[in-house]
């Protein structure tokens, strides 16, 4: 990684409202290019939305840096992330928390992303095939649940999945909501893509 880009990639994150140090740390640590289509790896340190397949985007690290700062991991922390893409974020949490269990309803996708963790050595990333709406209750209940696409309201199975006093971020109506104890806080507009349910049939271009 060139010293000067990694330099004015950290910038820009700040400029983009990213102060959280361990959060600063945890994206400049993680190289995107590691986890972008190979034909746009000179795009991956640039703050853009790169496309994956299946009409999925691998989202901006400004955004991601917002989510994550929200989610306020911890380091004795299990996560679950739902919509693994490119395994990108899942990586940057691997430096937050203890444990990270992600779920992507697409097979390829999930195996990419799998592999590239692998490649990583992120030995407590933990990548399955999943839809995301029913979470993953064979590691519930999580300290941080973090939904990577916009839904109407939390399904259920996922606020199951909370540990008491944990901490839910999601795209809900247009708007980063953080959850904790039932208490909503509202961060903002944001757009994501919409959850998708079910796991993908092979072929299937849906989100």
């Known amino acids: 990684m060139d010293?000067?880009?990694?330099?004015?990639?950290?910038?820009?994150m700040r400029q983009a409202g990213i102060t959280d140090a361990r959060v600063l740390s945890a994206l400049e640590r993680t190289p995107r290019s590691d986890y972008a289509p190979a034909h746009l790896e000179g795009l991956a340190m640039?703050?853009?939305?790169?496309?994956?397949?299946?009409?999925?985007?691998m989202t901006k690290p400004s955004?991601?840096?917002?989510?994550v700062t929200a989610l306020d991991v911890q380091p004795g922390d299990h996560v679950l992330e739902?919509?693994?893409?490119?395994?990108?974020?899942?990586?940057?949490?691997?430096?937050?928390?203890?444990?990270?269990?992600?779920?992507?309803?697409?097979r390829d996708l999930c195996a990419e992303a799998r592999a590239r963790i692998g490649a990583a050595r992120l030995m407590r990333v933990f990548a399955h095939c999943a839809d995301g709406?029913?979470?993953?209750?064979?590691?519930?209940?999580?300290?941080?649940?973090?939904?990577?696409?916009?839904?109407?309201?939390v399904p259920p199975v996922l606020r199951a999945h909370l540990k008491l006093d944990g901490v839910l971020v999601a795209n809900v109506g247009g708007r980063l909501v953080c959850i904790r104890n039932d208490q909503v806080a509202d961060l903002g507009p944001?757009?994501?893509q919409p959850l998708?349910?079910?796991v993908a049939e092979a072929g299937d271009s849906a989100g």
């Open 190 to 192: 944001l757009n994501l």
């Open 3 to 12: 010293p000067a880009r990694l330099m004015r990639f950290v910038l820009e």
């Open 63 to 67: 955004l991601i840096g917002r989510m």
């Open 82 to 106: 739902v919509g693994t893409g490119s395994g990108f974020q899942a990586a940057v949490l691997s430096q937050l928390a203890n444990r990270v269990t992600t779920l992507e309803r697409h």
């Open 133 to 153: 709406a029913e979470g993953w209750a064979d590691e519930a209940p999580y300290d941080r649940i973090i939904v990577n696409a916009a839904v109407e309201e």
């Open 46 to 57: 640039d703050d853009v939305g790169l496309p994956l397949a299946h009409a999925q985007t």
């Open 196 to 198: 998708m349910r079910g």
